[in-house]
């Protein structure tokens, strides 16, 4: 089965910094990878997605980028705010399969006013 | 605005106890997730279901039953209440593509005495 690896576990920045998450997969028939954020209290929310045939997208501060041949995508925040402490998951799921999303651990991130 | 609601915050529960986690959803999707929530541990897949008196066991079913007899309606059931499954209990609910893979719910933080 598919399995996530999610790096750091913990993340401390300055507010204005920009925090880089990153996360690898193993079953290379994945094809569609969310974000999700989780504030204190509440489940997780989807924040950004991208599928397999896109390299790159962005919203506003968000970005994701991904590179198949590595297996490995990754989340970055640029001009971090106190509001985007939370923790993060990334996940891979396989559209045209299972649909199941298989999970890292989470990230925890820190934004220090 | 799209929901999935949980019947409990806290819950509070005895040792040998039968505990009932209930989720719904207004969105009409077809599949219903239960995620454990614990520290370092990430979200672990308990069970889901991709129709209505349908259900798979994910990758922790051990201690746990579900019961899907209405669309919207998704319920986590602990036979016998144990301290190892004090933890925090998420829903989810989504569709098989597309964007809206998963809504969670707010969560239910249980305790076992």
């Known amino acids: 089965g598919e399995n996530v690896e999610q790096h750091p576990s913990t993340l401390s920045v300055q507010e204005g910094d920009s925090a880089v998450i990153k996360c690898t997969y193993s079953?290379?028939?994945?094809?569609?990878f969310p974000w999700y954020k989780q504030e204190l209290g509440k489940g997780p929310q989807l924040i950004i997605d991208?599928?397999?045939?896109?390299g790159e997208k962005k919203d506003q501060r968000i970005a994701v980028t991904l590179n198949k041949t590595a297996k490995h995508f990754s989340l970055h925040i640029t001009e971090t705010q106190p509001e985007d402490s939370a923790v993060y998951f990334c996940?891979?799921?396989?559209?045209?399969?299972?649909?199941?999303?298989?999970f890292g651990r989470g990230t925890s991130l820190i934004v220090h006013p | 605005d799209v929901k999935v609601t949980q019947s409990s915050r806290y819950l509070v529960k005895r040792t040998g106890e039968k505990v009932f986690l209930e989720c719904v959803q207004d969105m009409d999707h077809e599949n219903m997730f239960w995620y454990r929530q614990d520290p370092g541990l990430g979200l672990r897949l308990i069970y889901f279901s991709y129709d209505v008196k349908m259900k798979e066991k994910g990758d922790i079913p051990e201690g746990y039953s579900v019961s899907r007899e209405k669309k919207e309606r998704f319920s986590l059931i602990l036979e016998s209440a144990s301290t190892n499954q004090t933890s925090m209990y998420l829903c989810?609910?989504?569709?098989?593509?597309?964007?809206?893979?998963?809504?969670f719910g707010p969560g239910t933080r249980l305790t076992v005495l």
């Open positions: 991208i599928r397999s045939n896109v």
């Open positions: 989810a609910s989504g569709e098989p593509t597309g964007s809206d893979t998963q809504y």
């Open positions: 079953d290379s028939a994945s094809n569609y």
């Open positions: 996940a891979a799921i396989w559209e045209g399969g299972s649909y199941i999303p298989t």
